[in-house]
């Protein structure tokens, strides 16, 4: 097998032109575990590893469950003409039109590739960006604008328009301080603002801006340090904060219409549950969360499933069998689903390789693989993508 990995790299490498200045390294095959799962729909899923800030080393692999290997550190070679290779601090990654986007924080661009072949298709240039959504036809980027420093006067951030066609910027809107996440109700956009630069006076509220006009027409006060935002079948927003760091905890929000009338969303329910990340799969919610204790003086790790229809925590444990004691750093969640494999990724030091570990739906691991440095965002390819 260790054979056939080999050659398959090298014909790889045969596929495309070499740098004249200098010899990339091939990407990295392993076999799977569990094998081949042909008629499996998803394919696959990419593996977007961040990367330290200012060591220019996001990398994007790739779990191929039709032929039963992961593959590491794909761009490179199959762009080898592309100047630093990614990009430094892969921050948000998703699939759209037959397009993958991943977005590049320190390197102010989002890398726009083929979502088969991950061949560069072009870049949009946005200073400081951090996430990206989808909605008609165009992407919407959230950006902190201002430069990547602490700042307790730092501006306030914007969301771009994009077109996914010629990836031109159509529309900006300035929103709240630092903007993260953002997630979309009807013709609305909601955007979770942090003012994460200005600690310890960070932002609190959540911006609401108008597709068509791109601009801003609400702010809904919420929590300081807002994070995550994810939109269930219900038209309901969950969002998390992720307090103050000091009096303040992280905390899950639910917001809903007002009445059914209506179309502003305010916040019907605080859950006192703290949120790193999370995903939605059907009416499942999971999430983890890493918080510091100083009673305990350590961190205390969660691993939560939620029913969003009763908005009541169903378990606080869903890596059932034990191997969850030997994750260092979760840091990021995702959730197949075709099978209900779920998905936890380990940023260990956050300076060398981390894990990608899979669950089956009961808890129990199947299997880990190593990945590139702070592997973090996880997208599904489908049979149907362009």
Not at 74 to 98: C, F, S, T, W
Not at 148 to 165: E, F
Not at 251 to 265: E, Q, T, Y
Not at 361 to 381: C, N, Y
Request: glycine residues 6%; negative net charge; contains cysteine.
């Amino acid at each position: 097998m260790k054979t056939f990995q080999y050659i398959l790299a090298l014909l790889m490498l045969l596929c495309v032109s070499c740098r004249s200045d200098e010899i990339l390294p091939p990407a990295q095959y392993d076999q799977l575990p569990i094998g081949a799962t042909p008629h499996s729909d998803p394919v696959g899923m990419y593996l977007l590893n961040e990367g330290n800030m200012g060591s220019n080393k996001a990398t994007i692999d790739y779990v191929d469950f039709e032929n039963g290997f992961y593959m590491r550190n794909l761009y490179a070679e199959r762009n080898p003409h592309v100047i630093k290779e990614l990009g430094d601090v892969g921050n948000d990654m998703q699939i759209y039109g037959g397009k993958l986007y991943v977005v590049l924080n320190s390197s102010h661009k989002v890398e726009v590739m083929d979502v088969r072949t991950l061949v560069r298709i072009g870049q949009i240039d946005i200073a400081n960006c951090r996430y990206i959504n989808f909605h008609n036809g165009d992407a919407y980027v959230t950006s902190y604008v201002g430069p990547v420093s602490i700042d307790p006067n730092a501006q306030p951030g914007a969301v771009y328009r994009v077109d996914t066609t010629s990836l031109a910027i159509t529309g900006k809107c300035t929103v709240g301080y630092q903007p993260e996440e953002l997630a979309f109700v009807d013709d609305r956009i909601y955007i979770a603002n942090s003012g994460g630069y200005r600690k310890p006076n960070y932002d609190n509220t959540l911006s609401v801006v108008d597709v068509e006009s791109m601009k801003q027409v609400q702010k809904i006060t919420v929590a300081p340090n807002l994070h995550r935002v994810r939109k269930d079948a219900y038209g309901r927003l969950w969002v998390s904060s992720r307090g103050d760091e000091a009096t303040i905890p992280s905390r899950l929000f639910v917001l809903d219409r007002k009445d059914p009338a209506s179309r502003d969303m305010v916040v019907t329910d605080t859950l006192d549950i703290p949120c790193s990340d999370m995903c939605i799969s059907g009416d499942l919610l999971y999430f983890y969360s890493l918080a510091w204790s100083d009673y305990l003086e350590r961190n205390v790790i969660t691993y939560g499933i939620i029913d969003v229809r009763t908005k009541q925590l169903l378990t606080d444990r869903f890596i059932t069998d034990g191997s969850d004691e030997k994750i260092d750093k979760p840091y990021g969640i995702a959730v197949n689903p075709s099978n209900g494999d779920i998905y936890v990724t380990d940023a260990k030091n956050y300076v060398s390789s981390g894990t990608l570990h899979c669950y089956d739906r009961e808890g129990r691991k199947q299997w880990s693989m190593r990945t590139g440095d702070i592997p973090a965002h996880m997208v599904f390819l489908r049979k149907e993508e362009p």
